[in-house]
C-alpha cells in the first residue's frame, strides 16, 4: 500500500514553473500599467546595467518608430515615452498578439550621470541609452607616497 506524501520538492518546482510562466508572459506580451486598464500605457521590457564609467538602459520597442520616441532627463531619473501604431486595420486577422499603443517608462537612477554627455541608439527594435556617470562618482585611484 503506497501512502500519497506531500512532497515540498514537488511543490516548489511546482512554484518556480508558475513563476517561469509569469516571467515569460509579462515579457513576451507587453503589459499595461495598472492591470490592462484601457487607456494606460505599455511597459516595455528593459535590461539595465551599469559600468565604472556608465549606466546602460536597453528597452524593447518593437514596432516603434525610433523618431517619435521621446526621451527626457528629469532630475533623478529618465523617462522614455512615444507609441507603438497600431498594425494595418481591414486585415481578417487570424492572430494578433503585439502589442501597440501608448508606451512609458520610467527608470530612477542611483548615481548622478551627465545628461549632457547622454547618447541614444534604436537598432532592431532595440533603444539603448548611454548615460555616462558623473565625474563627482567615478572610481579615484589614490597615489600612496612612501616616506623617503
Not at 513576451?28 to 494606460?40: E, I, K, L, S
Not at 498594425?87 to 499603443?101: D, I, P, S, T
Amino acid at each position: 500500500m503506497s501512502v500519497n506524501r506531500w512532497n515540498p520538492v514537488q511543490e516548489m518546482m511546482t512554484l518556480r514553473d508558475a513563476m517561469d510562466r509569469l516571467f515569460q508572459e509579462s515579457f513576451v506580451r507587453m503589459p499595461r500599467a495598472n492591470g490592462g486598464t484601457a487607456g494606460q500605457y505599455l511597459i516595455p521590457p528593459a535590461d539595465v546595467w551599469e559600468s565604472e564609467d556608465e549606466v546602460v538602459i536597453e528597452l524593447a520597442l518593437p514596432g516603434a518608430d525610433p523618431q517619435k520616441v521621446d526621451v527626457t532627463f528629469e532630475q533623478d531619473s529618465v523617462v522614455v515615452a512615444g507609441e507603438i501604431e497600431p498594425l494595418q486595420a481591414g486585415k481578417n486577422w487570424v492572430l494578433r498578439e503585439r502589442a501597440h499603443g501608448p508606451f512609458q517608462r520610467r527608470f530612477n537612477l542611483n548615481v548622478p550621470v551627465n545628461a549632457d554627455k547622454a547618447g541614444a541608439s534604436f537598432h532592431n527594435g532595440i533603444l539603448t541609452l548611454h548615460l555616462p556617470k558623473s565625474e563627482a562618482v567615478k572610481p579615484r585611484k589614490i597615489a600612496v607616497k612612501t616616506a623617503a
